[in-house]
């Protein structure tokens, strides 16, 4: 096994960084997957992306990255890694470059570089452009000029990235709020063919925490386990 990590860069909203509940599903403990914590890489511990406190309802919690960096090591035979840039309660116009989410990104994936190879990018966001027709009829268009200047920051136009698709459920959402979201997930659904090496992980039949906006912790394991799959169609054995 190639003792260098392949690491994979974490970016989107709270459904990326997760909110799962600890004690749902038993934690996933492998030695070949890690994630970076000040440049550094430690063991893959949950939460991964920790953007708010462990304590109150909304909190940082399981997600959808360790099932998904637990299925990449165990394919690849590889030492994964997760560069976790999540944050929450953030629309794609907060991720465009030149604002302070893109450059985070960019700034802890160069980081990242110096002691892994980073070989994707997995994105869950979108459900707060779903509040506003605007953003939702312009998320397209801001994605791929989000996607394509991330790609060349990091120094290849070929580097997979993995979209998810946000919670069926807010469809019907109690408050109405997320009206826009089919346009959303038809928006994420179509992506791949117009952006190269990007694949599509669907949340069919995937339940929410009981907040309507977030899945729980069964949920995100099942997610990882999508991008996963989506991941592999796009990343064979032969590129690692």
């Known amino acids: ?18 909110r799962g509940e ?7 403990i492998n030695p070949n997957c890690f994630m970076m914590r000040n440049g550094l890489w430690q063991p893959m511990r949950e939460p991964i992306n920790p953007d708010r406190s462990i304590w109150g309802f909304y909190h940082s919690g399981r997600g959808l990255a360790a099932s998904f960096a637990d299925e990449c090591a165990k ?17 794609i116009s907060q991720w465009m470059p030149g604002e302070i ?15 892994s190879e980073i070989i994707g990018i997995i994105w869950h966001q979108g459900e707060n452009d779903a509040t506003s027709e605007t953003d939702a009829t312009a998320y397209k268009e801001r994605f791929i000029k989000m996607i394509s200047a991330l790609r060349e920051e990091l120094g290849n136009s070929e580097i997979p990235v ?24 038809h928006t994420l659904k179509e992506l791949p063919k117009n952006i190269s090496y990007c694949g599509f992980a669907n949340s069919e039949g ?13 949920s995100y394991r099942i997610l990882g386990k999508r991008y996963f799959d989506e991941f592999k169609k796009l990343y064979s054995g032969s590129r690692l």
């Open 1 to 18: 096994m190639n003792t260098k990590i392949k690491s994979i860069l974490m970016i989107g909203q709270s459904n990326m960084a997760g």
């Open 22 to 28: 600890f004690d749902d599903v038993p934690e996933i």
């Open 75 to 91: 394919h690849f035979n590889e030492k994964i890694g997760l560069i976790p840039c999540a944050e929450g309660n953030t629309c």
């Open 101 to 115: 989410l893109f450059d985070n990104a960019v700034n802890n994936a160069k980081l990242a570089k110096r002691s």
């Open 162 to 185: 993995i979209v998810g698709e946000p919670g069926r459920f807010l469809i019907n959402h109690i408050s109405g709020r997320y009206k826009y979201i089919d346009t959303i997930i």
């Open 206 to 218: 995937l339940t929410d925490r009981g907040d309507g906006l977030h899945f729980n912790s069964a």
